[in-house]
């Protein structure tokens, strides 16, 4: 049983366009909801997060839309950069993260 | 202060072998948890441990697995007699407290099984 659903698998964007990852969950008792950024051959590191009462967080470029009512969230890239190449984990935690299978982000130069 | 700090980074062992992950948690992390990620995959959740307690192993194989992380020293993730599938990259990550605040990943070991 799959907690948290993540699509697309794969996404290929413009420099400068916006990549757009959604996930859905299941588990009302989820109350913290993390993406991460993972470079090939690194650990996944923290990007942003977010919580349950929180319909939208911005850091930078990057920002979280949180429906709680219909369980999903996505994350948003603006201004797309080849730099941001790498596999986005949406995740969701009760007492331990469970993440979703990953998106692979390509941006063309 | 140091991340977590996972070692070896790359672990190579014939079938039958064990293999000993080690994990440091960043200071004054008393939460760990350990993860499998095999290529092209997310993250598979193996076990939760706070200092010489196991909260959670709900996702560790019910043989050949062992974690333990004791009142000393780091968190050691154990996998007796290594098959080929036991190929992928382990992964640890620390927390202050339970449910709260970020969880810090570490570099992760990568494991071959020849």
């Known amino acids: 049983q799959q907690q948290v659903k993540q699509s697309p698998q794969s996404l290929i964007v413009q420099k400068g366009g916006i990549s757009i990852i959604n996930c859905a969950y299941e588990?009302?008792?989820?109350?913290?909801f993390p993406w991460y950024q993972q470079f090939p051959g690194k650990g996944p590191a923290l990007l942003i997060a977010?919580?349950?009462?929180?319909s939208e967080k911005k850091e930078g470029r990057f920002t979280i839309s949180f429906n709680k009512s219909a369980k999903q969230f996505s994350l948003h890239i603006m201004d797309s950069q080849p730099g941001d190449s790498a596999t986005y984990f949406c995740a969701a935690r009760d007492d331990k993260i469970i993440f979703g299978k990953g998106t692979r982000l390509h941006i063309l130069p | 202060n140091a991340g977590v700090m996972q070692n070896p980074r790359h672990l190579v062992r014939r079938r039958g072998q064990e293999a000993r992950l080690r994990c440091s948690p960043m200071?004054?992390?008393?939460?760990v948890y350990w993860y499998r990620q095999l290529p092209e995959e997310g993250l598979k959740f193996m076990v939760y441990l706070q200092k010489e307690n196991i909260i959670d192993e709900s996702g560790m194989p019910k043989e050949r697995f062992s974690a333990e992380f004791p009142k000393e020293g780091p968190s050691i993730l154990r996998i007796q007699q290594v098959v080929r599938g036991d190929s992928a990259a382990y992964f640890c990550?620390?927390?202050?407290?339970?449910?709260?605040?970020?969880?810090?990943f570490g570099q992760g070991t990568r494991l071959t099984v020849v």
């Open positions: 977010i919580r349950p009462d929180v």
């Open positions: 588990n009302t008792a989820f109350d913290y």
């Open positions: 990550a620390s927390s202050a407290t339970p449910g709260q605040g970020r969880a810090f």
């Open positions: 200071k004054g992390h008393s939460h």
